[in-house]
């Protein structure tokens, strides 16, 4: 398994950069690299440029986390990889291994939410990525991927939701602090 965190975002609705918020005695991204690593995640790759983490820049500008994908699935082999957003920070290493333990599939996440997934990396997977980065007038969402690449949905319980919580403001910031 590889692991992406995706960082790269604007950060605009929290008014500072996500990545850097102080979590559990270090910044939100390194702890979201160490849960990685603490998964079982041979290489973590950081969507966003953090030469610390030797982050990697998006290569198309405003996609969203599309676009954090793209820029970094071409730097992994190919693959099983956990994809999770930085602002996740109660997310935890047996909800990653129950992605990881799940049926073959070329997307797995829980149902209803888009991130943390378990995305297959190869030929296929990049060049439908690089289309739809292509399509200026297409759909640029995590979401529209899953549904072409074919999304094996996992349950979650009502227990195991409250840790796939993302904080994108203050108020949910100092909420989950």
Known sequence: MAG??????LSSRMGRDKALLPWQGQTLLAHMHDLLKRAGAGIVRVSGSYPEFDGIADVVARCGPLGGVFSVVSTLPDGPAWVVPVDMPQLD????????????AACVIFAGQPLPMRLNIDDACRTLLHSMIQALDGPRSLQALQRRLGVLELPVSAAAAVSLVNCNTPEQWEELA
């Open 4 to 9: 992406i965190v995706l960082a790269g975002g």
């Open 93 to 104: 290493v047996a909800l990653l291994h129950r992605l990881r333990d799940a049926p073959h």
